[in-house]
């Protein structure tokens, strides 16, 4: 069960509505996964989140988190935000990554797919 405050709720909504004015159809993907997502968390807990992007906007990739990091500096949510290019994504299914495998087949992560485009 997502287990976000309701400031945390906000500055994710904040943040999808700002990548998707800023940089449109660029993030095919928001997860929320870790002890946010699993309903585990705790008061220092931060939102794990990972971004999959097109493949044309890996240079974007630091811009994409920059936008999250500056939104949650206004605020007392804590974020870690992950960005990886489709390719990228696919590339760590391919190779086994457990990582990968855990988010995606929610062993201990539950995640939140949201759609930005």
């Known amino acids: 069960m997502l287990q976000l ?11 999808r509505e700002t990548l ?4 449109p ?3 095919q993907e928001m997860l929320i996964y870790g002890s946010k ?10 939102v794990d ?10 240079p974007s990739k630091r811009e994409l988190r920059r936008i999250g990091y500056l939104l949650a500096a206004k605020t007392e949510v804590l974020p870690s935000i992950l960005a990886y290019t489709q390719e990228e994504w696919e ?7 457990s990582f ?12 939140l797919k949201r759609n930005i485009s």
């Open 91 to 97: 590339s760590r299914k391919r190779s086994g990554s």
């Open 49 to 58: 989140v990972i971004l999959i992007v097109k493949n044309e906007a890996g």
């Open 20 to 23: 998707n004015k800023k940089h």
């Open 100 to 111: 990968r495998k855990a988010v995606r087949a929610r062993r201990g992560a539950r995640l």
């Open 5 to 15: 405050t309701a400031e945390e709720q906000a500055w994710l909504d904040a943040y």
């Open 37 to 46: 997502a699993r309903g585990e968390a705790h008061a220092e807990s931060d």
């Open 25 to 27: 159809g660029t993030v």
